[in-house]
């Protein structure tokens, strides 16, 4: 299926919970995704850079200015026994201890992990970490990963688009990936948890990411330690393992979320393709330690 006959089947109407912005890997400031979203007729919209809170006041400013409802989160990449797991974290105390504690160490680890990467890389493309960090739209406050890499490429000239470079160097199952350092998935659930929010287990059956993916005994596990919900809108989950984790969210009470995974330019995830219906973000912004933006 081509991005452009992609449809889904979640709710018409209401929020996009997974978008990425300047602060992490996405191509677009917090503002210009507020006034992109509120363009599209969304009810609201969650950032969701990764591991970071740094775009957070940008986006507050945004919203708030355009009266434009606002979900604060991160995306955190985390492990469960070997499977890469991401863990969308809405409505936490940015200043809890535990969390302030774990992004400055992801992040540490994010950019050893990176140079690491460059260095194997600019064995075959004359590329440097100083190309890489051009990249990034926001400097020191930018969480530095794989599409900055993939942009320098661009850049020198080896591909013509981000996406070219993820099928290609940057692949997870190219010679030069190293896999990130990250915490145990049930270790983000307790952090995010202990600080008051709501975290969702984020395209949790899209192969491209996984060969393997997590089990139901592994879903409950994380459920049974706090888990909010599943990110079942996602256009990385085919129809079958949609059921599959609606079926899982219905017996374990979790809730059922929706997000483009947006970036900007650069991949074909259109804002707004995937939502979360209204009620479900009640709840989320309910059991979030602060409150909604708008």
């Not at 990449?77 to 070997?82: G, L, M, R, Y």
């Not at 600019?122 to 406050?141: A, C, L, R």
Request: aromatic share 6%.
């Amino acid at each position: 299926m081509t991005s452009d006959e992609y449809n889904d089947c979640g709710p018409a109407s209401g929020w996009d919970l997974h978008c990425h912005t300047v602060f992490s890997d996405g191509t677009k400031t917090p503002a210009e995704l507020v006034d992109l979203a509120k363009a599209n007729g969304l009810h609201g919209i969650a950032i969701t850079d990764h591991d970071t809170t740094a775009g957070w006041d940008d986006a507050q400013k945004a919203a708030e200015s355009r009266g434009f409802p606002l979900l604060r989160g991160s995306e955190i990449t985390a492990q469960d026994h070997h499977v890469s797991v991401h863990m969308l974290a809405y409505q936490y105390d940015p200043e809890d201890e535990g969390i302030v504690n774990l992004f400055s160490s992801t992040r540490a680890a994010r950019i050893e992990r990176a140079k690491r990467m460059v260095s194997r890389l600019s064995k075959d493309f004359p590329i440097t970490w100083n190309d890489v960090m051009n990249q990034t739209k926001k400097g020191d406050e930018t969480t530095v990963g794989r599409p900055h890499m993939a942009d320098a490429l661009v850049d020198a000239g080896f591909y013509h688009t981000r996406s070219e470079a993820f099928a290609g160097a940057i692949s997870s199952s190219s010679k030069y990936y190293i896999p990130t350092p990250s915490p145990s998935a049930l270790q983000v659930v307790e952090v995010v948890r202990q600080a008051g929010g709501v975290s969702v287990v984020a395209h949790p059956a899209d192969y491209s990411r996984n060969r393997v993916l997590l089990s139901g005994s592994q879903i409950r596990e994380l459920a049974d330690a706090g888990l909010g919900g599943l990110e079942v809108w996602h256009r990385g989950n085919d129809t079958e393992d949609r059921e599959r984790l609606l079926g899982l969210a219905r017996e374990l009470g979790l809730l059922v979320t929706g997000g483009s995974d947006w970036h900007g330019d650069g991949k074909p995830n259109k804002l707004g393709e995937n939502l979360t219906a209204d009620s479900v973000v009640a709840q989320i912004v309910e059991r979030g330690a602060i409150p909604l933006i708008s």
